[in-house]
């Protein structure tokens, strides 16, 4: 049974580890001790918990499920492209496209967008394990 700990959990939803611990004293996430008094969450348990913390972005209405709100931390034009840099929460999405678009979007650092993902392509790793999966 893999199991995290309060900091790793924490990571894992992009929030601190006091909200973690806010969010087990209040009995949203359930928590158990190890042998040393700390705090652990059981991996079904926290992907159970992700999952309903997961929200429709504007209410959207779209076929693609990988949606990432953030805040645009960098653009980059030319004359016909534009080059978009998403920070949302501790993930990094980068977009090339138009410069059209981009300037008909608003697209300005400090600006919050939501990065839309529909990939053929899905590569899924697992830290420190040499296997990789594929998906189409």
């Known amino acids: 049974m893999t199991t995290f700990r309060i900091s790793e959990a924490a990571a894992l939803l992009g929030v601190s580890s006091d909200t973690v611990r806010r969010w087990v004293d209040a009995g949203r996430l359930r928590a158990e001790r190890d042998e040393h008094g700390h705090r652990q969450v059981?991996?079904?348990?926290?992907a159970m918990f992700a999952?309903?913390?997961?929200?429709?972005?504007d209410g959207a209405r779209s076929s693609a499920r990988?949606?990432?709100?953030?805040i645009v931390?960098?653009?980059?034009?030319?004359?016909v492209m534009a080059q978009v840099e998403i920070a949302a929460g501790p993930f990094r999405?980068?977009?090339?496209?138009?410069r059209q678009a981009a300037?008909?979007?608003?697209?300005?650092v400090g600006v919050?967008?939501?990065?839309?993902?529909?990939?053929?392509?899905?590569?899924?790793?697992i830290p420190g394990h040499e296997r990789v999966a594929s998906s189409l």
């Open 66 to 70: 990988n949606r990432f709100r953030g």
């Open 73 to 79: 931390t960098e653009v980059i034009r030319d004359a």
């Open 93 to 98: 999405v980068v977009s090339l496209m138009s």
């Open 42 to 46: 059981n991996g079904a348990d926290l």
């Open 51 to 57: 999952r309903g913390q997961v929200e429709a972005v």
């Open 112 to 125: 919050v967008a939501v990065a839309v993902i529909k990939s053929t392509n899905v590569v899924v790793e």
């Open 103 to 108: 300037d008909e979007l608003g697209l300005e």
